[in-house]
């Protein structure tokens, strides 16, 4: 039996699109969460992590 999982880990594009972010503020930031590396070239990031930073470095 599967289950209807919703998927926690993105790629940078990815957030970007669905959070309304720029790519590059969230690659060069230091603070930004860690990401997973699956290989060489991907990496991935857990969303929550990601929307709480967000929420905590807001203006």
């Not at 957030?15 to 060489?40: D, E, H, V, W």
Request: proline share 3%; hydrophobic share 35%; net charge positive.
């Amino acid at each position: 039996m599967q289950l209807n999982t919703i998927q926690k880990y993105y790629s940078l594009d990815e957030l970007a699109l669905m959070l309304g972010c720029s790519k590059i503020t969230l690659r060069y930031n230091p603070k930004f969460p860690k990401g997973i590396q699956l290989s060489k070239r991907r990496t991935v990031y857990d969303i929550t992590d990601v929307q709480a930073y967000l929420e905590s470095n807001q203006i």
